[in-house]
């Protein structure tokens, strides 16, 4: 027991000394660290007033009045701005001369330059300034101003600045209610003080003192010991304000700070005096007590280190028998917790898993939509020449065998072109003509429409959402992807069953990842279902489970490409015997419904008197569309490219239409060739083709003529009939008079 006291005794001791100047030094840093934090929101006080005048003048700057040059309404509402004494609005040329005071009469000649005028030599012309202190030489007090300038159609005209005395200032500084004997000081840029809490009526306009200008330039923030322009010896705590360069000090006493901390000292040392003795009381008093109650601890610990089940006798002691219990309940905890991990680890790694499937799904359809858009633009272009040539053969006469030959080629040319929208679709290549639909009025005609793909023995249920349901969708599209999902579902129920077409509005958290509000068109059947190792590949073109010529696959990729080019998704779940239900998510939209149209005029073809421009790099397709364009009486020049054509364009023979690809080598594409055409005012008619959607569609916006790939040589003809007219037209009204 004594070895116990001595080993308690001399460590506390040592311990004590070494805490009592650790806390000494500890305790004066904190002071000062709270000293210097307490500089800093005076430093973000004085930041904000300078912030809230900058917002004033700003907003000021942008008076009707005054980018109406109308300088007397200007001074009368600049004058309502700032009616009282201590603030003051300037106007003033870029020179810095001042045009008008809101402190002097309206038109007043004899006004001074403003304070800003050397500063401006060095500063960005268009930077907000703040002003270091100055005497007012109309308000003859210390003063500081904003100024910002004022930019009037595009152009530098003037300056503007709000001042105010810097009085308001130390009105400021006394709302903080610092300690009385607390020295707080505001200082601008170059250190003369702005507002001071003590003597400022002597001080404010003078500069610091050597060292704390020294102290400012060298850094923006710290504290230091140095006596006061007035000859206190302080310890002060400065920082500069991020925005405008201006600051704030404080200085306190050496004397409180020393007073302070020997106070907490002299508390500290006796709190730490107690503690010892009464830990050295304690030692010898519970050291005969432990040693049965601890080995007992010892092996409730080591049960519990070996995850076995800890039971714990009490021994007398209650804290030992507290810790025990604690170990006991630890231990079932522990077990209990095991347990409750490894479930939410299962589960967690299920949920991973099947996270890592959805993504793998996403990306290889992603992968798929670019290599089908790919090869259904190629087709396409294809389909363009094969369906050019019929036109041209039927043109030429056809005998009876013939006639039927290129009637087949031309069902062909249309079954290929359904085929490769159906692929665009899905990889949101097919250009779209999006309206805004209410959901719920549009299923009824598009149920009936469904209803003539179904057999007699297969019931079919609609149900709406009361609620509208406003969607942006192309609704040819949409009536496409029903009588898609209606013949999936027809073939899936041979025997008959129950078709449900269901529109609502998408529950909260139903599509994972997104929050936007979703409209959903629910289509289900009761049919055969379909087999889970399949069931990730459906929404891929060309997969199908039925026989050989009993489907195309193309479907439900149309029906995936749809709602991803709308904006939203589509998913399937299936179960074998059950049947399948695919959900279409997509977009509400807020805006209003589309207003139904005429019907657009018939397209004429009757014979061109026209010089075109055909600008293609297919020859195949370039040679296709000019012999069209010939045989419907047209003079034809071809050009490869876009600067190709742009030489052909300064001959002397004007062309009457330019018809090009958008996408095709060169230095410029055919949006740009449109631009250059548009340039020479000579009225030329321009169609632009395009087998890609996001440039068909920026075509379309900037107010192009565009032709999806492929075109039908009748509308081609038409479009380009219509275009020759309109610059033949033109030209006769703009030729000289003689």
């Known amino acids: 027991m004594v070895l116990l006291v001595l080993s308690v005794l001399l460590p506390t001791l040592l311990a004590a000394v070494a805490s009592i100047g650790y806390f000494y030094r500890q305790e004066r840093q904190s002071f000062e660290e709270r000293v210097l934090e307490t500089s800093r929101a005076m430093s973000m006080v004085v930041d904000r007033e300078l912030a809230r005048r900058e917002a004033m003048v ?85 003063s500081f101003a904003v100024e910002v300038p004022v930019v009037i159609k595009g ?34 840029r170059n250190g003369f003080i702005v507002a001071r809490t003590i003597n ?11 060292d704390m200008l020294q102290q400012l330039a060298a850094r923006e923030e710290g504290s230091f010991n140095t006596v006061t322009i007035d000859g206190r010896a302080v310890t002060t705590a400065f920082s500069k304000g991020t925005n405008y360069g201006w600051g704030f000090a404080i200085g306190v006493p050496r004397a409180e700070v020393a007073s302070w901390s020997a106070q907490a000292l002299a508390w500290f040392a006796s709190a730490a005096a107690l503690l010892g003795v009464g830990a050295v009381i304690s030692a010898l008093w519970v050291g005969r007590a432990l040693m049965r109650p601890v080995v007992a601890l010892k092996h409730a610990a080591g049960a519990l280190g070996q995850g076995r089940a800890v039971a714990f006798s009490p021994t007398g002691v209650v804290e030992i028998d507290e810790a025990g219990a604690a170990m006991s309940d630890a231990a079932a905890s522990i077990r209990d917790a095991n347990a409750l991990t490894q479930r939410r680890i299962s589960e967690a790694l299920a949920q991973a898993q099947q996270a890592n499937k959805a993504m793998i799904q996403g990306q290889r359809l992603e992968a798929v939509a670019h290599l089908t858009g790919g090869v259904a633009h190629d087709f396409n272009n294809l389909l363009m020449v094969i369906g050019t040539n019929a036109h041209i053969l039927r043109r030429t006469g056809l005998t009876a065998m013939q006639e039927g030959c290129v009637s087949k080629i031309e069902r062909s040319v249309s079954a290929g072109t359904k085929l490769t929208r159906q692929l665009l679709t899905f990889s949101r290549r097919q250009p779209m003509r999006p309206e805004v639909i209410d959901l719920g009025e549009q299923l009824a005609p598009l149920t009936e429409l469904v209803r003539s793909a179904l057999h007699s023995r297969i019931e079919l249920q609609s149900e709406v959402e009361s609620a509208p349901l406003f969607v942006d969708i192309d609704p040819n599209e949409l009536e496409l992807a029903l009588i898609n999902l209606a013949v999936n579902a027809r073939d899936a129920m041979p025997d008959g069953g129950v078709l449900g077409v269901t529109a609502r509005r998408a529950h909260a958290g139903e599509v994972p990842g997104t929050e936007a509000d979703l409209a959903v068109l629910e289509v289900s059947d009761t049919g055969t279902g379909i087999a889970p190792e399949v069931l990730g590949k459906v929404f891929e073109p060309f997969f199908t489970t039925k026989p050989v010529g009993h489907g195309t696959g193309l479907g439900l990729s149309q029906v995936y490409g749809l709602c991803t080019q709308s904006g939203g998704t589509a998913t399937v779940q299936s179960e074998l015997g059950r049947g399948t239900t695919v959900r279409m998510y997509l977009p509400l939209s807020r805006k209003p419904l589309a207003r139904k149209g005429s019907e657009p005029d018939s397209l004429d073809t009757s014979s061109i008197d026209a010089r075109v421009l055909l600008v293609e790099d297919n020859e195949d397709l370039a040679q296709a569309a000019a012999d069209v364009l010939v045989a419907a009486g047209c003079q034809v020049e071809h050009a490869r490219t876009a600067d190709d054509a742009l030489v052909l364009l300064e001959g002397a023979v004007p062309f009457h239409v330019v018809l090009s690809d958008i996408r095709m080598p060169g230095s410029m594409d055919g949006i740009a060739l449109a631009r250059q055409v548009a340039q020479r005012n000579d009225s030329t008619g321009v169609i632009l083709m395009t087998g890609f959607t996001e440039e068909l569609e920026k075509a379309r916006d900037m107010g192009l003529l565009v032709l999806p790939k492929p ?16 610059t033949a037209k033109w030209r006769e009204g703009h030729q000289p008079r003689t």
Not at 200 to 210: H, M, N, R, S, Y
């Open 58 to 142: 700003k907003t000021l700057a942008k008076s009707p009045t005054l980018g109406q040059d109308d300088l007397t309404a200007f001074y009368r509402y600049a004058r309502e701005i700032a009616p009282q004494p201590d603030m003051v609005v300037v106007l003033s040329d870029v020179s810095g001369q001042q045009v008008l005071n809101t402190r002097r009469p309206f038109g007043e000649t004899a006004l001074p330059r403003t304070v800003f005028s050397e500063l401006r030599r060095q500063a960005d012309p268009t930077a907000t300034l703040v002003s270091d202190l100055y005497f007012a030489p109309f308000g003859r007090q210390y």
């Open 711 to 726: 075109c039908p040589a009748e509308e081609l003809l038409a479009r380009v009939r219509a275009a020759s007219s309109r």
């Open 200 to 210: 400022p009526e002597k001080l404010v306009g003078k500069q610091a003192t050597a």
């Open 155 to 188: 152009q530098l005209r003037y300056y503007l600045s709000v001042g105010g005395y810097a009085s308001y200032l130390q009105a400021l500084l006394k709302e903080q209610r610092l300690p009385a004997n607390w020295i707080g000081s505001v200082f601008d």
